[in-house]
């Protein structure tokens, strides 16, 4: 990705990450030109992308920066290991915060990359980013009871675990609801 791309300037880097929102012409790309991504990002794509779940949420997204492009950085971010410069997964939120300044966080790392502590680094990054921000108040995650490595980033985030929830997406699977306030993270 060019360093005058608008995505460039909002980029999060951590010891072993480099996180960028995900630009409309990647978005756009992954879904009509799978093949283009790699090349607009100017890193490794493995074909794990294309079977994520954030697939089904990129046309909505794309839409969501057409409509409003100040909402680059409240979407989908991605997850560029920077060793080998190679896309490993993606995280972010569903839209700007709400009217309570409530906000929801996601993410995947591709199994290749799982264990190894990418999803905790990439997501405590992004949510410090996300409480710089003065409207955000309240972040919420859910997550499957047994997706234990999933429960180990939220709790060592410090979020709260709140109670079971029925997700649509997820029929037949128990969810715990989880949130951080703004008031319990360290500054």
Not at 56 to 81: K, N, R
């Amino acid at each position: 990705m060019s360093k005058n791309h608008p995505a460039s300037s909002l980029q999060i880097k951590t010891p072993r990450l480099k996180l960028i929102p995900c630009p409309l012409d990647v978005a756009e790309a992954s879904i009509f030109n799978p093949s283009l991504v790699a090349e607009i990002l100017g890193a490794g794509v493995p074909k794990d992308w294309q079977k994520t779940e954030v697939q089904d949420f990129l046309p909505m997204y794309a839409q969501m920066l057409v409509d409003d492009p100040t909402s680059l950085g409240w979407g989908v971010w991605l997850m560029i290991q920077t060793q080998e410069n190679t896309l490993i997964g993606d995280l972010g939120f569903g839209g700007k915060p709400d009217e309570s300044g409530s906000l929801e966080i996601g993410y995947e790392v591709f199994a290749a990359y799982r264990n190894q502590g990418y999803g905790f680094e990439a997501v405590q990054a992004l949510v410090n980013w996300a409480f710089s921000h003065p409207e955000l108040k309240r972040l919420i995650a859910h997550c499957p009871i047994d997706n234990l490595a999933s429960v180990r980033i939220l709790e060592k985030l410090g979020m709260e675990r709140l109670h079971l929830v029925e997700v649509p997406e997820l029929p037949n699977t128990q969810v715990w609801k989880w949130q951080l306030r703004d008031l319990q993270i360290k500054k």
